[in-house]
């Protein structure tokens, strides 16, 4: 199990309770605003962009080749950008905090 | 803030899939207060659908991980999902919409999210041919499975080589079975893609051990001892347990059409998603909308479409007044290969196929009308997908000899 924290583009602090699947399902079960996976996980849409904290970076590892292409024209994305679809919930993941990326 | 006027209004959509579910959550976002329903008549809590024909079919995943929302969302959101129910009719003047059990339920708004359904091509004998189906719902899938696990010999006939085609054909061909593709055209995905396009899927699948046969006008099927011989208006003939429609889609225009509603190719919209009752809005597959940017009428099957415009038509329903401007996307996966598509290609004069110099399967197909650039397909190539997006939403010229030379690297400073 793992507790994960969205901060959201308002500033509100969400966190949530885990066990499997993506984060970005656990997100939009959830309502988490700004995380909306319109793909349903399979990074062709990248509606799901986060901020992973920079001392959480090694729970995440980096981001795969196709997130960073996917992001690459995104004003918003940063070296901690992920598209959280390809963030798989497990107890590594326990305690991490992210941050909801703005979106155009 | 402001009086909201939604507060004892009722809006019921017909239709919870992609588009009427973003529309029930993006009206709550946009500040509807009052009562949404949403009803449809499959019976199971709403899911992807692009998954149904790839992942969801080829592995032994449980449905729940492909819902668009939790149960629980809805209740959160307070959003009625009236699961298993049929609408019959709609009666306009009383802002009444009639169930197939003959219950009644009132309207203020009301919104089309009908989608399509499966074509069932008029073939002699495929009424009485066995395990025939098409692929648009979970249950088809789960059919589809089923029928697979029962059959020793696994000799699967898909009727159409379009992307739900292929794709069933990979996933199918995944699960172990012996799989063949008729395509009527000269070429598979003859309808939306470059035949370059068309070579290089025909290819992949023939590597990965599928038949595909071009030129096939499936005319007749005889079913013996239960399997299907299917035959072509060429003499020849095909043999299939199993058999497989994907030659296309019908909209679910029906209930709009007894009441009226202005129809041309789809249900027809305004850039506001409303239809020509002011008080009944269309959303998704089911809709002929304006594109902008294209500056003509479109019909599109997109996740896309469904969430863009119930975006729209969220808006518009609380008053405010937006327009539907979006650039088409699409994708596709087929065994490791994934398919990303953006813009509209019809009407390009000129082509540009940009091969990467990395290993593996990585190009990018460039469709050009002039100077301007209507759609790129990028295969395992998000960067140029990005790219592509770019250019054409900001309406850029691309330098063509630069996106043609690979030593160029795909950055858009580069492709000035």
Redo the contacts between chains.
């Keep these: 199990m793992a507790k994960i924290t969205f901060i959201t583009t308002d500033n509100e602090t969400i966190t949530l309770e885990g066990t499997s699947g993506s984060v970005m399902q656990l997100a939009v079960d959830n309502n988490v605003p700004g995380i909306d996976g319109d793909c349903g996980g399979v990074c062709s849409c990248a509606t799901c962009h986060v901020h992973v904290a920079p001392e959480h970076v090694e729970k995440t590892g980096e981001a795969s080749e196709i997130e960073q292409d996917m992001l690459e024209l995104d004003d918003h994305a940063n070296e901690y950008s992920r598209l959280c679809c390809q963030l798989e919930i497990n107890d590594h993941l326990d305690g991490i905090v992210l941050q909801v990326a703005e979106s155009d | 803030m402001s009086d909201h006027s939604s507060h004892d209004k009722t809006c019921v959509i017909i239709g919870a899939s992609h588009a009427g579910v973003n529309l029930a959550?993006s009206l709550r976002?946009e500040g509807w207060k009052g009562e949404i329903i949403l009803f449809d008549k499959d019976p199971i809590l709403p899911y992807?659908r692009?998954?149904l024909s790839k992942?969801y079919l080829s592995s032994g995943d449980t449905l729940d991980?492909?819902?668009l929302?939790?149960a629980?969302?809805y209740e959160?959101?307070d959003i009625a999902l009236q699961l298993g129910f049929t609408v019959a009719s709609i009666r306009r003047e009383e802002k009444t919409i009639v169930l197939t059990d003959g219950s009644l339920q009132r309207y203020d708004k009301l919104v089309l999210a009908t989608g399509a359904r499966p074509l069932i091509p008029s073939i002699p004998g495929l009424e009485t041919a066995n395990n025939v189906f098409a692929l648009r719902t979970a249950a088809d899938v789960k059919h589809i499975r089923k029928a697979l696990q029962m059959d020793t010999d696994k000799r699967v006939v898909v009727i159409g080589g379009g992307y739900i085609g292929l794709e069933i054909a990979a996933s199918l061909r995944k699960l172990g079975a012996a799989v063949s593709v008729l395509e009527r055209e000269e070429r598979v995905l003859a309808r939306v893609t470059a035949p370059e396009m068309s070579d290089f899927f025909q290819g992949l699948h023939t590597d990965n051990g599928v038949d595909i046969h071009t030129s096939k006008n499936v005319v007749s099927i005889a079913a013996k001892d239960g399997i299907n011989i299917i035959s072509c208006s060429d003499g020849s003939s095909f043999t299939a347990d199993i058999l497989i429609l994907g030659v296309g889609i019908r909209i679910n225009k029906e209930l709009a059409e007894d009441i009226g509603l202005d129809i041309e190719n789809g249900i027809k919209v305004n850039a506001s998603t409303c239809t020509s009752d002011d008080d009944i809005y269309a959303i998704g597959d089911c809709t002929y909308h304006y594109n902008p940017h294209y500056d003509r009428f479109v019909r599109l099957e997109s996740?896309?479409n469904a969430?863009d415009q119930a975006k729209v038509a969220a808006a518009a329903l609380c008053d405010k007044a937006p327009t539907y401007d979006a650039i088409p996307?699409f994708?596709s996966?087929q065994y490791n290969v994934?398919l990303?598509m953006v813009g509209l290609s019809n009407g390009y004069t000129q082509s540009f196929l940009r091969k990467e110099d990395d290993e593996g399967i990585k190009f990018s197909f460039w469709y050009f009308k002039g100077d301007e650039l209507l759609a790129v397909d990028a295969v395992n190539?998000?960067?140029a997908?990005?790219?592509g997006?770019?250019f054409i939403k900001e309406n850029k010229k691309i330098n063509k000899a630069k996106l043609m030379d690979t030593s160029v690297p795909l950055k858009?400073a580069n492709l000035l």
């Design positions: 959550f976002k992807h692009p998954p992942a991980k492909y819902a929302k939790s629980e969302s959160k959101e996740v896309q969430v996307w994708w996966d994934k990303q190539n998000a960067k997908y990005v790219i997006t770019k858009p």
